[in-house]
């Protein structure tokens, strides 16, 4: 196998890629992530889509069967169609499918089409009309996205005028991220508790992950900037039964016939941000990937073999593999370098990385994923990243596992760390 990525998504899927008895040789291609260099052989070639010939070619020659693509930027590249042959499988959308997150403009009007409820928005790559736009509905609260890809970070909400005006700004003048905000939406802002809904689609069968929650936010409160993610847990309890009913039959079964319709097997996972509105669910996005840091509290939980369950997705058997998830909970609890996730520093020193997974016994299990993480030039292992760890427990209840995760968190230590203590609190202030 070839596992391509080296963020935290990526650790915590080698994590259970390596707990499968059918798995050989584990190849992956994230070798500065140091909790990945422990689980497999680093790839000694880059994973560049226009580089086809070579990596093929590689492949080839190392016998790789299945590659599993973590982050989306490879698979928006086209990564998929490059390496998938009668040979060797890949999980993970093509080009096409990758357009669902690499291009909202696109997954917009497919939403449109396909009648899926979502935010009322537009796109422009104009800054004056998108200006009037704003202007012409000063009494609205808005949300100014880059339609590209931007690491989850071109998401801007804006509570008043001013804040809108400046964010188109940002974009579209200031370029503060580049080609990806050359086209951007401006949609209404929603109401309600924001979700995520993860799918495994095998082109024909969807299989329905347990909902998370993620907290986007970087300070507590659900307040601050935009982040990547700095936490997530999984199950929760704001996605009743009728509730996820009307997601499979509203949302994800019309994307995925409305892919087909134009042409596109969509293989891999299928991601919705999702915010439970007194309307019922709605759209906010489509991702074409396992979420970060949604992965690590789905792979704490999951039971069954990762192998066969992503061969068969990218087979088309997805019918044919069981699976099922533990009925605890798992947090997981994102440690940053300071200065997140505007600029920070690189190569602090990180400890207690073991005395925080020595608290795994009676009352819950504790992993430490690795997200930016590298080992200097001594062996002393440092950060890399503005999110540096995904400090993970799996225990009885949602606040137990929290307790245990923001408890293992206070044993590792690097300088200017800091992280949310309250994941998971929008439904525990509720009961």
Not at 30 to 37: E, I, K, P, R, V
Not at 279 to 289: Q, S, Y
Request: aromatic share 6%.
């Amino acid at each position: 196998m070839l596992l391509i990525g080296g963020g935290g998504r990526e650790h915590a899927l080698a994590w259970k890629l390596k707990q499968s008895r059918r798995l050989g040789k584990l190849w992956t291609s994230g070798s500065s992530n140091a909790g990945l260099a422990k689980l497999g052989t680093p790839c000694p070639i880059e994973m560049n889509a226009k580089d086809a010939f070579r990596i093929q070619r590689w492949c080839d020659t190392n016998d790789i069967h299945l590659v599993v693509i973590g982050p989306e930027g490879p698979l928006a590249a086209g990564l998929t169609d490059v390496l998938q042959s009668a040979k060797r499988m890949v999980f993970g959308p093509t080009k096409a499918g990758a357009q669902l997150e690499a291009d909202k403009a696109f997954a917009k009007q497919l939403m449109r089409q396909a009648s899926i409820p979502t935010a009322e928005g537009r796109a422009f790559t104009d800054t004056e009309s998108a200006r009037a736009f704003v202007l012409a509905r000063p009494e609205d609260q808005w949300v100014i996205k880059a339609s590209g890809l931007a690491a989850g970070k071109g998401v801007i909400v804006c509570e008043t005028i001013s804040e809108a005006l400046d964010a188109i700004d940002r974009m579209l003048v200031q370029r503060e991220f580049g080609e990806a905000g050359a086209t951007i939406i401006i949609e209404e802002k929603l109401q309600g508790q924001e979700v995520s809904v993860l799918a495994l689609v095998d082109g024909r069968t969807i299989s329905i992950l347990d909902p998370c929650q993620d907290h986007k936010q970087r300070d507590e409160g659900d307040s601050g900037p935009n982040t990547g993610g700095m936490g997530a847990y999984c199950p929760t309890p704001v996605v009743d039964a009728p509730t996820m009913r009307a997601i499979e039959q509203q949302i994800l079964l019309p994307v995925v016939d409305a892919l087909r319709r134009d042409g596109i097997e969509y293989r891999g996972v299928l991601y919705a941000g999702l915010m439970l509105t007194p309307g019922g669910p709605k759209v906010l996005e489509f991702n074409c990937r396992f979420g970060d840091p949604e992965c690590q509290p789905l792979m704490m939980r999951l039971r069954g073999d990762l192998v066969e369950i992503l061969w068969a997705t990218a087979a088309g058997i997805l019918d044919q593999v069981d699976f099922d998830f533990d009925p605890r909970v798992a947090v997981c609890v994102v440690m940053c370098s300071a200065g997140y996730p505007g600029q920070y520093e690189k190569g602090k020193a990180i400890t207690g990385i073991e005395e925080a997974e020595a608290l795994s016994g009676d009352t819950g299990e504790i992993v430490v994923f690795h997200a930016g993480t590298t080992t200097n030039q001594t062996g002393q292992l440092v950060t890399n990243g503005g999110r540096v760890l995904g400090v993970t427990a799996l225990a009885d209840d949602l606040h137990s596992a929290r307790d245990l995760a923001n408890a293992a968190c206070e044993r590792i230590h690097f300088e200017g760390a800091f992280w949310r203590r309250d994941i998971g609190d929008r439904v525990l202030a509720r009961t």
